[in-house]
């Protein structure tokens, strides 16, 4: 039995351990709290704070106000994101060499006494037993907001590459909670942001395969005991599973995937926006009462979230998707907005007769 166990998994050298969730639901909180209970599991642990990290950060909220195309903002955001990745990497490679910040080839400034103390934490724990303390497991607590899956998702590939453990902890708070929290800060994010964020945040979801080691706290009230003894039991059982790497290109082919879905339903938002406001505007020339109107947008509306929730479900699911080499994006787009255009005429023809 030993030995088939010592054959099989083995304990992995570190954790990556994703925290998820709005600004002020909680992270900073539960990250010191993991850190002073870590030494006790005979971890090392510490915070990469993607806020110290990338100066820049703020540019998201400067974004927002000053009306930035998104996408540009993403791009520049996206390369962030991934140079600090690239520091965890270099470490885990070359743990020796302190506070070599890599230089990438993109343009992305990592602010580089904020990843020396970073990894100061790990190099010199000061709660452990030194004898075995350059033994013991790395835990690297991953503060973001990283409400797309794609934002996690990176980190999952770098957890995979190196047989790491990795877990995500997605912390639920209040809308209210959170924004009237964040206004008792110093420098308060403006509200906008937050609500921007929300329509965009798409929780931890452990019915994806690389999502099992998932879990949600509810960060409203304070943390209870419960609450933490949850997330070390989690990131426990994390270390216990390093991933596997993957020999084959499912890893790419899974980014592929993810990102040819992102853009259909996208495209297809914005198809179905222009299907609705046409809608509209054929009601108004029909003389539709204004009750009706509104009815009539409602359910619009409510056909086009349903339509677009499902149709990036279905585009996950499916493996033709990258299974072509050249997805041809604009006819999956348009299959698909034929759909709800059928639906579209269905609810008009309703609300029209209703009308009659
Ligand atoms: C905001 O700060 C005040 C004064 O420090 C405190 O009484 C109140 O509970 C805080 N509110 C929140 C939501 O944290
Ligand atoms: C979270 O906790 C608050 C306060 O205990 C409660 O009102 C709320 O319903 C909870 N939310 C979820 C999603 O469980
Ligand atoms: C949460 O913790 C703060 C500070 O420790 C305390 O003042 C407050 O009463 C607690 N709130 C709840 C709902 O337990
Ligand atoms: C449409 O639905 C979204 C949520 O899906 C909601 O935020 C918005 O207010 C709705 N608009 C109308 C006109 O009903």
């Known amino acids: 039995m030993a030995a088939e166990e010592d054959a099989g998994v083995s304990r992995a050298p570190a954790c990556l351990c994703v925290l998820c969730g709005l600004p002020a639901a909680g992270k900073s909180t539960l990250v010191r709290t993991v850190i002073s209970a870590a030494p006790q599991?005979?971890?090392?642990?510490?915070?990469?704070?993607?806020?110290?990290l990338i100066p820049?950060?703020?540019?998201?909220?400067?974004?927002?106000?000053e009306g930035v195309k998104l996408q540009e903002m993403h791009t520049e955001w996206k390369l962030h994101r991934q140079a600090v990745l690239q520091c965890i990497e270099q470490f885990l490679k070359e743990p020796?060499?302190?506070?070599?910040?890599?230089?990438?080839?993109?343009?992305?400034?990592?602010?580089?006494?904020?990843?020396?103390?970073?990894?100061?934490?790990?190099?010199?724990?000061?709660?452990?037993?030194?004898?075995?303390?350059?033994?013991?497991?790395?835990?690297?607590?991953?503060?973001?907001?990283f409400y797309y899956p794609s934002m996690r998702y990176e980190v999952y590939q770098l957890a995979?590459?190196?047989?790491?453990?990795?877990?995500?902890?997605?912390?639920?708070?209040?809308?209210?909670?959170?924004?009237?929290r964040n206004q008792n800060r110093s420098e308060p994010i403006p509200?906008?942001?937050?609500?921007?964020?929300?329509?965009?945040?798409?929780?931890?979801?452990?019915?994806?395969?690389?999502?099992?080691?998932?879990?949600?706290?509810?960060?409203?009230?304070?943390?209870?005991?419960?609450?933490?003894?949850?997330?070390?039991?989690?990131?426990?059982s994390a270390l216990s599973n390093p991933l596997r790497p993957v020999e084959d290109n499912t890893e790419q082919k899974e980014a592929d995937r993810l990102k040819c879905a992102t853009s259909v339903v996208h495209q297809a938002d914005?198809?179905?926006?222009?299907?609705?406001?046409?809608?509209?505007?054929?009601?108004?020339?029909?003389?539709?009462?204004s009750e009706h109107m509104r009815s009539l947008a409602t359910q619009l509306n409510d056909s086009k979230a349903t339509f677009l929730h499902n149709l990036r479900k279905q585009l996950l699911q499916e493996t033709s998707l990258t299974q072509e080499e050249n997805i041809d994006?604009?006819?999956?787009?348009?299959?698909?907005?034929?759909?709800?255009?059928h639906e579209k005429k269905e609810i008009m023809l309703r609300i029209i007769n209703d009308h009659k």
């Not at 971890?43 to 990469?48: E, I, L, S």
């Not at 047989?163 to 909670?177: A, I, K, N, R």
Request: proline content about 4%; charged content about 25%; glycine content about 2%.
């Open 160 to 180: 995979r590459k190196y047989s790491l453990g990795f877990c995500q902890v997605y912390l639920h708070c209040d809308l209210e909670s959170c924004i009237s």
């Open 96 to 145: 020796q060499v302190l506070a070599d910040v890599p230089s990438s080839s993109n343009s992305c400034q990592i602010n580089t006494a904020a990843w020396e103390q970073c990894i100061r934490a790990l190099l010199q724990p000061e709660a452990l037993d030194h004898s075995h303390a350059d033994q013991a497991p790395l835990l690297f607590l991953l503060d973001d907001n």
């Open 270 to 289: 914005q198809a179905c926006r222009r299907l609705i406001s046409e809608a509209m505007k054929t009601a108004r020339g029909n003389q539709v009462p």
């Open 191 to 236: 509200t906008e942001v937050i609500l921007e964020m929300v329509k965009r945040l798409e929780a931890p979801n452990p019915q994806n395969s690389w999502e099992t080691k998932s879990i949600l706290l509810n960060t409203t009230d304070n943390l209870s005991k419960c609450d933490i003894q949850r997330v070390m039991e989690l990131i426990s």
């Open 56 to 65: 820049e950060h703020a540019f998201q909220t400067r974004a927002v106000e």
């Open 41 to 52: 599991q005979g971890w090392r642990a510490t915070v990469v704070p993607y806020d110290d």
């Open 329 to 341: 994006v604009e006819r999956v787009v348009k299959r698909a907005v034929d759909v709800f255009d």
